[in-house]
């Protein structure tokens, strides 16, 4: 009865869509939320000055403007080419923001930037032409104003270290050229702390774009069917976010069917989906610069083969466990390794494995002695992690990354999987530890290859407890009474 009223929610949302209905606007961040994080960078800096840039204009008309993750958690300023600066004296902050305003003419293509008391009374800001910026600046280094912290403008924080040639970063170089002697500080990690506790609005607007996430991935469910491509899902998928009131996917979404299901994050999304296969569909929607992350695994004829039941079983036994390690006051690393006993269990018992303890060898430089379980024989077919944060990023800070300790304000994700291919014992060095354990396992690595499942939802923690906010069927036998409608088994 629970799966039927699971089914009928989601396809009673979706007819909604299908008719017209507008989506259900979520939280805004408010001015005075904006001010409340200034105020705790500035409480945190205690003296100096932060200068931090935002996005700069696209070089091509492919895609709109979209602000850079720090610079829109202390501003809320979605224009480009703008930089904020911070002067701190005791712990208290004076915020200006430098803004670039488009010519008359250039305004009838782009828009123009909102006026100054806009600004004021919309985000708290003053503020200042951006061409402006380094005279400032400079004049308050040679007032010793203090030490100048520094929130580098790179586009996305698993980039930061590739992102080296930005304005912000080039702007710093030069500033520290000009003043020897100028202490620069790293303001990011104070910036991490402040964005891993999400606000009410922050969780209401995390919920919103999973409930979109869910809304896209029970459409896939109820139109997936033989002869279609990856790019026909993806098409699918992203126009129900757009629909629903999404800005755009939260990042590329990964379409991987067959073989292509084992690849993480395969994001060309071309192939031609072959009956009997599975597709791994990992795509998340972005509300009011805010992510959800989402994967399900699903049957392309409508029905799972034995084995592919056998493995889409495990990854939600492993999801269920880590579901139930995932409160406030547990250890992210007890949710990882309960979902990592399910696997190896089932992996075992299924031959794919020698046991649940069992090496190997493996293909890339671990040190086993420090850290055993990184090689174990269960790591080879279940290569990620299970839990990062979402935010204005996908992966976002939450605070359970200070001290491994879920707490209530973290917004995270749960994503077991398991990717089975010959190809994996073909990479593993030639030893005799590796060749007993392939001569054990390569006749059933063969019965279930090109079996690669994903399952991943969004989670909030409140003082209620764990809550799951992509509500998208999981279940076996809820996935396939959805594709089973539009795909039959040939």
């Known amino acids: 009865m629970r799966i039927v009223a699971r089914i009928t929610a989601s396809l009673e949302v979706a007819c909604a869509l299908a008719i017209g209905m507008p989506p259900t606007?979520?939280?805004?961040?408010?001015?005075?939320?904006?001010?409340?994080?200034?105020?705790?960078?500035?409480?945190?800096?205690g003296e100096g000055?932060?200068?931090?840039?935002?996005?700069v204009t696209p070089l091509t008309d492919f895609d709109p403007f979209y602000q850079l993750p720090a610079f829109r958690y202390l501003t809320g300023y979605e224009q480009a080419d703008a930089a904020l600066v911070i002067v701190v004296k005791g712990g208290r902050g004076t915020s200006t923001l430098f803004v670039k305003r488009t010519p008359a003419r250039r305004s009838l293509y782009y828009g123009a930037e909102p006026d100054s008391a806009a600004l004021a009374r919309d985000l708290g800001l003053g503020s200042r032409p951006v061409d402006q910026v380094t005279q400032v600046i400079d004049?308050?280094?040679?007032?010793?104003?203090?030490?100048?912290?520094?929130?580098?403008?790179?586009?996305?924080?698993?980039?930061?270290?590739?992102?080296?040639?930005?304005?912000?970063?080039?702007?710093?170089?030069?500033?520290?050229?000009?003043?020897?002697?100028?202490?620069?500080?790293?303001?990011?990690?104070?910036?991490?702390?402040?964005?891993?506790r999400k606000s009410e609005a922050e969780l209401a607007l995390i919920r919103k774009a999973a409930e979109i996430s869910a809304l896209g991935h029970?459409?896939?469910?109820?139109?997936?069917?033989?002869?279609?491509?990856?790019?026909?899902?993806q098409a699918i998928i992203e126009y129900t976010f757009r629909r629903a009131?999404?800005?755009?996917?939260?990042?590329g979404s990964i379409v991987g069917s067959g073989p292509l299901s084992l690849q993480l994050h395969y994001m060309k999304d071309r192939r031609a989906m072959q009956p009997g296969e599975v597709v791994v569909v990992d795509a998340g929607a972005e509300y009011q610069g805010y992510a959800a992350d989402v994967t399900r695994t699903l049957p392309v004829s409508g029905t799972y083969s034995p084995e592919q039941r056998a493995i889409y079983q495990l990854v939600r036994d492993a999801q269920a466990a880590a579901e139930r390690n995932s409160q406030a006051g547990m250890s992210m690393r007890a949710a990882l390794d309960s979902s990592v006993a399910v696997r190896a269990k089932g992996l075992a018992a299924l031959g794919l494995i020698e046991s649940e303890d069992a090496t190997l060898d493996l293909p890339w430089q671990v040190d086993c002695m420090k850290t055993p379980q990184a090689c174990r024989q269960v790591v080879l077919f279940t290569i990620h992690g299970i839990t990062h944060g979402?935010?204005?990023?996908?992966?976002?800070?939450?605070?359970?990354?200070?001290?491994?300790?879920?707490?209530?304000g973290d917004a995270f994700v749960i994503e077991p999987g398991i990717y089975i291919s010959p190809k994996l014992l073909d990479m593993l060095p030639d030893t005799p530890k590796n060749r007993a354990f392939i001569a054990k396992v390569?006749?059933?690595?063969?019965?279930?290859?090109?079996?690669?499942v994903r399952i991943e939802d969004s989670y909030v923690l409140t003082e209620r407890g764990l809550e799951r906010i992509s509500l998208a069927p999981r279940e076996i036998d809820e996935i396939e009474a959805l594709t089973r409608r539009r795909a039959p088994v040939p």
């Open 25 to 45: 606007l979520g939280a805004q961040i408010t001015r005075a939320e904006y001010v409340a994080r200034r105020d705790s960078l500035a409480a945190r800096i």
């Open 49 to 55: 000055v932060l200068v931090a840039f935002g996005g």
């Open 139 to 196: 004049s308050l280094v040679r007032a010793e104003a203090g030490p100048v912290h520094e929130l580098r403008d790179f586009a996305a924080a698993d980039f930061a270290q590739q992102d080296s040639l930005t304005r912000g970063g080039q702007f710093v170089k030069a500033l520290a050229a000009r003043h020897p002697g100028l202490e620069v500080r790293d303001a990011h990690p104070i910036v991490q702390q402040l964005r891993a």
């Open 218 to 233: 029970t459409e896939l469910m109820r139109r997936i069917e033989n002869g279609m491509h990856e790019y026909d899902l």
């Open 245 to 251: 009131g999404a800005e755009r996917p939260a990042y």
């Open 390 to 408: 979402l935010g204005l990023e996908v992966h976002d800070p939450i605070q359970a990354y200070e001290d491994g300790i879920f707490k209530v």
């Open 442 to 452: 390569r006749s059933a690595v063969e019965r279930y290859a090109n079996t690669g």
